[in-house]
């Protein structure tokens, strides 16, 4: 009888028995089975058939005489630490104690000293009802069924599999820390950029720190500067090795070109090695002659920046396909920052020169004066239009005494806020100097000889007239340094009247020719600056002095307001010019003669293109200050 | 088990087991087939694959009685015993009354 199931602790097997050798042995060789199936190996199973067949013989030799009917019980319990074995017995029982090394003819003991010697643990539970042995062992080899032999494999498969994954994951983290590494690398470079915008500065470290990361021996970065035909360095590991300029020529064929051209020409990443590469001229061999390395060229769109070339001073160790990607990475970020820099220096120096024209703007507007001042019998009206693009036009009128006026108009050659400086002190001067004198050429002359240095000095002039009026007995003088004529008009005729004269700031003593002319009855005026005259149609047709007079004759046949005159002749002008844009600044000064002159003028006599007025500066304090320049 | 005569000495084989149930009628049998002044006993255990105490007993038992007869010089062999039961004889001492070979 013999069952076999699982137990909480393990697999177990047990057989019952009569109380008979015979049967004993069955029992043990039936266990001994058991255990083999477990995956016991030869040896093991020997000892545990042996320690129990000694249990079972001694429980069948010894059986006291009124339990020899009984059935006895042996069993083996097997788990993954050990096994167990039990054997009841109904025996008068016996004293189990410490093993002890018996002698070899000594037979009695001899079992128990057998089960000793063969099992770790060893007890004896002894009762009324029957006694069991309990014996214990380890086990010290693993089961060797084939399902056993899978897990075995299983086992060493994982070890591997772990293995593996140890390697991937050290493998994954160096790659982290270089990533890591070459992100900290660009964002400090940007931060010093976006404090000092140093270009220059932050490609020398940007590339530095590249090469120390991909543990590069030398680079050259070259940069082609805009509308240049030279690939020129910009910086370098190595000053002394890399300082040519490289000539570069767009359609130039990409076979036999240095690394660097070639990478410059087809737009992409070129391979360079010292030892196999077939062009005659190559200038990176001076990195080694068994150097190599990557060119990257540095494109923003089509457009090409520069190169960079990296390498190494042998070809034993070339770039990593990390590192590689890592130079390419370098290369566009330094593409994308000169770009940056390039649009900011634009952008600056849009700024800077939007700035300066709002400045010269400012002072040109602040030239011109709020009000005409009054004259009797005559009125007077302006009309001014900057361009903004170039030096000031200006005019002015200043009343000497009753009944004279000196009309004044300008034009300084030249542009931003030299010119409208220029201007500004012409017209301190002169304001000056009409204290003194009412003599158009000598006020020319004098102008002449207190501006001459410096205009010459900044390659500037100015050309001027000059008209003083003497409105009692209707009489003008005009001189003029190199300026449009003077346009004199009635109804009955228009005439000009043109002086020579050189302008202001072109020849050192330079003198002035003044000429008399009557005005007409009603009388009238017109001075002017070339922008008008120059005045350009969208197909390039150009107003002219003679269209002016012509306008002119045509217009004031009748007696019109100096303020008419000029509304009439703005508008003639705009609609000439259509939509062409105002190439020049444009100024007039009407003076013209009105019988219903009010007594008090109207002080908007001044009207300019720009609406926004500003204050006019305190010229009187300027001329205060100037009050002591001799005429 | 096959008992074997050779003049004056003894020759057993073929004993599946030494244990409990045959160690008397083993020893017995050999011990009244010993001659008088036995030479040598030898008992192959090639193919005995189990052997107990009871079994180590009749063995003894045959020891003393080859040499009972206070005469020297009698060889005791057991001959290529398998490895559990070898490691039986060391472990309880029987490897020095008996010669144990291997062939």
């Known amino acids: 009888m013999s069952e076999s199931h699982p137990a909480e602790r393990g697999l177990y097997h047990r057989v019952v028995f009569k109380c008979d050798l015979t049967e004993a042995r069955t029992a043990t060789r039936s266990l001994r089975g058991f255990l083999a199936e477990q995956g016991l190996d030869e040896s093991e199973q020997f000892n545990c058939e042996l320690c ?288 940056n820099a390039r649009h900011h220096e634009e952008q600056v120096h849009v700024r800077l020169v939007a700035h300066e024209l709002e400045i010269a703007h400012r002072i040109q507007r602040a030239l011109l004066p709020c009000t005409l001042p009054p004259l009797s019998g005559f009125r007077l009206a302006a009309s001014w239009e900057s361009a903004r693009q170039v030096g000031g036009d200006f005019y002015d009128a200043f009343p000497l005494g009753e009944d004279g006026v000196l009309l004044v108009v300008a034009d ?77 008009f009635s109804p009955d005729e228009v005439k000009t009247l043109s002086v020579t004269g050189t302008p202001l700031g072109i020849l050192p003593h330079a003198t002035y020719r003044q000429e008399t002319a009557t005005l007409g009855e009603p009388g009238g005026l017109l001075l002017y600056t070339d922008g008008l005259t120059e005045s350009q149609t969208p197909s390039g047709e150009m107003f002219g002095h003679d269209r002016l007079v012509e306008w002119l004759r045509a217009r004031v046949t009748q007696p019109l307001t100096a303020e008419a005159i000029r509304d009439e002749l703005t508008a003639e002008l705009n609609r000439f010019r259509g939509s062409a844009p105002l190439r020049d600044d444009q100024a007039l000064l009407i003076m013209a003669e009105h019988p219903a002159t009010l007594a008090n003028p109207d002080p908007s006599g001044f009207r300019d293109a720009d609406p926004l007025a500003t204050a006019s500066p305190d010229f009187a304090a300027a001329s205060s200050v100037l009050s002591h320049v001799q005429t | 088990m096959k008992i074997e005569h050779d003049g004056n000495n003894l020759r057993i084989s073929d004993i599946a087991e030494l244990n409990a149930i045959n160690a008397s009628a083993f020893r017995d049998e050999v011990r009244a087939a010993m001659p008088a002044s036995p030479n040598m006993i030898e008992i192959d255990l090639s193919q005995t694959r189990f052997v107990d105490s009871s079994g180590l007993g009749a063995l003894f038992a045959l020891y003393k009685a080859a040499n009972n007869n206070g005469h020297d010089g009698v060889t005791l062999r057991l001959v290529n015993p398998r490895p559990s039961i070898q490691q039986l004889f060391e472990l309880t001492q029987l490897h020095q009354l008996f010669e144990i070979s291997r062939r």
Request: proline residues 3%.
């Open chain 1, 412 to 488: 300084v050659m030249g542009k931003g806020v030299p010119a409208a400086i220029f201007a500004t002190i012409t017209r301190s001067l002169l304001r000056a100097m009409t204290v003194r004198s009412h003599h158009p050429a000598r006020l020319l002359k004098r102008l002449n000889e207190l501006l001459y240095t410096e205009l010459s000095s900044v390659g500037m002039f100015i050309t001027a007239q000059l008209v003083f009026v003497d409105l009692k007995r209707r009489t003008l003088v005009a001189a003029s340094a190199g300026h449009c004529p003077v346009v004199i």
């Open chain 1, 52 to 339: 129990l067949a000694e249990a079972c013989n001694n429980a069948v030799q010894y059986a006291a005489k009124a339990s020899v009917g009984r059935l006895l019980s042996a069993e083996a319990i097997c788990h993954s630490a050990g096994i167990e074995l039990r054997v009841s017995d109904h025996t008068a029982g016996f004293t189990l104690r410490k093993k002890r090394g018996i002698a070899p003819g000594r037979e009695s003991g001899r079992g128990l000293f057998i089960i000793q010697s063969l099992m770790d643990e060893v007890r004896y539970f002894r009762s009324d009802d029957g006694n069991t042995l309990v014996m214990r062992t380890t086990r010290t080899h693993q089961q060797h069924r084939p399902a056993d032999a899978a897990a075995t494999a299983s086992l060493d498969g994982a070890r591997q599999q772990l293995e593996s994954c140890q390697q991937a994951i050290s493998g994954m983290a160096r790659e982290l820390c270089f990533r890591s590494e070459s992100l900290a690398a660009i964002f400090r470079c940007c931060a010093e950029l976006g404090r000092t915008s140093d270009l220059e500065g932050f490609g020398d470290r940007l590339m530095n720190d590249l090469l120390h990361l991909a543990t590069a021996d030398w680079f050259v970065l070259r940069m082609l500067p805009r509308g240049g035909t030279q690939l020129q360095v910009f910086a370098t590991s190595s000053l002394t090795l890399f300082d040519d300029a490289l000539p570069f020529a767009e359609d130039a064929s990409a076979s036999a070109l240095p690394a660097e051209l070639a990478a410059a020409c087809t737009r992409k990443a070129v391979e360079f090695d010292a030892v196999r590469s077939t062009a005659s001229y190559e200038p990176l061999r001076v990195a080694g002659a068994t150097a190599s390395g990557l060119v990257h060229p540095l494109v923003f769109g089509d457009k090409l920046l520069g190169t960079l070339a990296i390498g190494r001073r042998n070809s034993d160790t070339p770039f990593s396909a990390l590192q590689a990607e890592m130079i390419r990475t370098f290369a566009e970020f330094m593409a994308v920052q000169i770009v």
